[in-house]
């Protein structure tokens, strides 16, 4: 079973940055295309970005709205999203996860991490 690690949340003010960090614990085995979701309370899961094994990215523009960027790291199956102009609509759980497929579905996605929060303030 991978064990994914989020880190990087935070509470901040409308328009600042946040760079949200996703790293294996242990040993893994393989590539992974790697996705981030959000949840804020009440409100229904939703995706993100993905980045594929080789690269290829993809984004919910409704939430992006360019400005968000999704990076892998140098170490296997790092992820990074990076999020600037933040809004007090952002504010949710946020949380990596992996998939043998390209797939921007959440239930395609195996393995999960314990969330980071996220809170942006007006």
């Known amino acids: 079973q991978v064990q994914l690690v989020e880190s990087g949340g935070g509470l901040v003010q409308a328009g600042d940055s946040l760079r949200l960090s996703c790293a294996p614990s242990?040993?893994?085995?393989?590539?992974?295309?790697m996705g981030w979701f959000r949840q804020a309370p009440g409100n229904e899961h939703e995706f993100v970005a993905m980045?594929?094994?080789?690269?290829?990215?993809?984004y919910n523009e409704d939430i992006v709205k360019g400005r968000f960027t999704i990076s892998r790291g140098n170490a296997k199956n790092t992820v990074y999203l990076q999020m600037n102009s933040l809004k007090p609509e952002d504010t949710a759980v946020y949380y990596c996860?992996?998939?043998?497929?390209?797939?921007?579905?959440?239930?395609?996605?195996?393995?999960w991490g314990q969330g980071t929060q996220v809170t942006v303030s007006s």
């Open positions: 242990g040993r893994t085995e393989g590539n992974y295309n």
């Open positions: 980045i594929g094994w080789s690269g290829g990215v993809r």
């Open positions: 996860a992996a998939s043998i497929w390209q797939t921007i579905k959440r239930d395609e996605y195996r393995f």
